[in-house]
């Protein structure tokens, strides 16, 4: 069975910074691309950012580019998001995800994602 499990969420102050982490079990890891999502109260979720199986390739949402960043360890079954320069518009709960196909490109539809973490809440305050 596979898990997917988020860590590293917290409470911090605008322009602070946080690193998420999923520890992923029950699947190959090292051959899937990898999705982080966020929803916030009363909204959709939606796509933040992606890395593909091999960690070459990424691709971010517009309002977290060149804020956050994403990757991965294949050797300890993780991937990360480092949230730098944090504003208040980032509180949300963050989702980690695997994508369905094996060698999958990197995608930003929900759809694509089989597998989805718990989640874990970041709030970050003005």
């Known amino acids: 069975q596979v898990q997917l499990v988020e860590s590293g969420g917290g409470l911090v102050q605008a322009g602070g910074s946080l690193r998420l982490s999923c520890a992923a079990s029950?699947?190959?890891?090292?051959?899937?691309?990898m999705g982080w999502f966020r929803q916030a109260p009363g909204k959709e979720r939606e796509f933040v950012a992606g890395i593909s199986w091999s960690g070459g390739k990424t691709l971010y949402a517009d309002s977290v580019k060149g804020r956050f960043t994403i990757s991965r360890d294949n050797a300890k079954n993780t991937v990360y998001l480092q949230m730098d320069n944090l504003k208040p518009e980032d509180t949300a709960v963050y989702y980690c995800a695997s994508e369905r196909r094996k060698f999958g490109a990197v995608v930003a539809a929900q759809d694509d994602y089989d597998y989805w973490g718990q989640g874990t809440q970041v709030t970050v305050s003005s």
């Open positions: 029950g699947r190959t890891f090292s051959t899937y691309a």
